[in-house]
T-cell receptor, first 110, second 112 residues
Framework: GENVEQHPSTLSVQEGDSAVIKCTYSDSASNYFPWYKQELGKRPQLIIDIRSNVGEKKDQRIAVTLNKTAKHFSLHITETQPEDSAVYFCAASSDYKLSFGAGTTVTVRA | SQTIHQWPATLVQPVGSPLSLECTVEGTSNPNLYWYRQAAGRGLQLLFYSVGIGQISSEVPQNLSASRPQDRQFILSSKKLLLSDSGFYLC???????????FGPGTRLTVT
């Protein structure tokens, strides 16, 4: 089955700086890669996704890049704000299922 | 638009008691449905998924079971709860194999 690894597990950034989270996957058949943001006590919310026929996608301050050859994808958050503090999960889709990374706790320092 | 409901929102149950959690989706037909569990401070563990009525795939062997009696209804059950069953149970849906997956509000279960 698919195995997704996510790094780092925790990330502390100064407000206004950028944050980068990296994920690798094992199944070359995976071709859909979503990112979720989960605030404390809440459900995970889909924030951005990318498909294998696209190398990069951007939505305001967040962007995702995908390298299918190397089997890794990354989330970039620019101009971080306190409301960006949350746990972020990457995932890869294979056989009707999403395999999730272990999560990255992002803390934005004011 | 589509909406996903879960109930109850919170539940406190003694060890050995039964469990029934319900999830329903509105505004779509023939969704793929998923049950996840999230232990405190941990990641998302896929428990069951279903691509159609009466079809259930289990990801991990444990004392939980799932059923899909109707197209947009997904139920998670247990005959006897264990302490280790405590956690945040999330239902999710998607239209197809590689489409956006959306989570319900979750049920927070504490087994005492």
């Amino acid at each position: 089955g698919e195995n997704v690894e996510q790094h780092p597990s925790t990330l502390s950034v100064q407000e206004g700086d950028s944050a980068v989270i990296k994920c690798t996957y094992s199944d070359s058949a995976s071709n859909y890669f979503p990112w979720y943001k989960q605030e404390l006590g809440k459900r995970p919310q889909l924030i951005i996704d990318i498909r294998s026929n696209v190398g990069e996608k951007k939505d305001q301050r967040i962007a995702v890049t995908l390298n299918k050859t190397a089997k890794h994808f990354s989330l970039h958050i620019t101009e971080t704000q306190p409301e960006d503090s949350a746990v972020y999960f990457c995932a890869a889709s294979s056989d009707y299922k999403l395999s999730f990374g272990a999560g990255t706790t992002v803390t934005v320092r004011a | 638009s589509q909406t996903i409901h879960q109930w109850p929102a919170t539940l406190v149950q003694p060890v050995g008691s039964p469990l029934s959690l319900e999830c329903t989706v509105e505004g779509t037909s023939n969704p793929n449905l998923y049950w996840y569990r999230q232990a405190a401070g941990r990641g998302l563990q896929l428990l069951f998924y279903s691509v159609g009525i009466g079809q259930i795939s289990s990801e991990v062997p444990q004392n939980l079971s799932a059923s899909r009696p109707q197209d947009r209804q997904f139920i998670l059950s247990s005959k006897k709860l264990l302490l280790s069953d405590s956690g945040f149970y999330l239902c999710a849906w998607t239209r197809g194999a590689e489409n956006e997956q959306y989570f319900g509000p979750g049920t927070r279960l504490t087994v005492t």
